[in-house]
Nanobody, 115 residues
Framework: QVRLAESGGGLVHAGGSLQLSCASS??????MGWHRQAPGKERELVAG???????TYGESVKGRFTISIDNTRNTVYLQMNNLKPEDTAVYYC???????????WGQGTQVTVSS
C-alpha cells in the first residue's frame, strides 16, 4: 500500500509564497503531483511530474508554481509564488502509479491566501 505524506500548507497573505512537500512510501513510478479543491468547486489539477522530470501545470498556476522531484527521497515539491486568494483550497497529493494507472491520494493540506 502506497502512503503519501503531505506537509507545508498554511496561511499566507496575497503575493506570498509557500512550499508543499509530498513524500511517497515507495519509489515514484508514474506521475506524482497535486490537485486542489476549493469549497463548492470540483477538484482540479495543479501540477504533475513524472519520475523523469517532465512536468505539467494547470492553466491558472502556470508561471507562478513550480513542481520538482527528488527521486532519492521519493518526494515531490510544489513551490507556490505570488499566491492569490483564489488559490485557497485543500491541496491533495496524488500518485498515478504505473503500470496500471492506480491512483493514490494523500489526506490533503489546507492552503489559505488572505487578501
Amino acid at each position: 500500500q502506497v502512503r503519501l505524506a503531505e506537509s507545508g500548507g498554511g496561511l499566507v497573505h496575497a503575493g506570498g509564497s509557500l512550499q508543499l512537500s509530498c513524500a511517497s512510501s515507495t519509489p515514484i513510478v508514474g506521475i506524482m503531483g497535486w490537485h486542489r479543491q476549493a469549497p463548492g468547486k470540483e477538484r482540479e489539477l495543479v501540477a504533475g511530474i513524472a519520475s523523469g522530470g517532465r512536468a505539467t501545470y494547470g492553466e491558472s498556476v502556470k508561471g507562478r508554481f513550480t513542481i520538482s522531484i527528488d527521486n532519492t527521497r521519493n518526494t515531490v515539491y510544489l513551490q507556490m509564488n505570488n499566491l492569490k486568494p483564489e488559490d485557497t483550497a485543500v491541496y491533495y497529493c496524488n500518485l498515478r502509479q504505473d503500470p496500471f494507472d492506480i491512483m493514490h491520494w494523500g489526506q490533503g493540506t489546507q492552503v489559505t491566501v488572505s487578501s
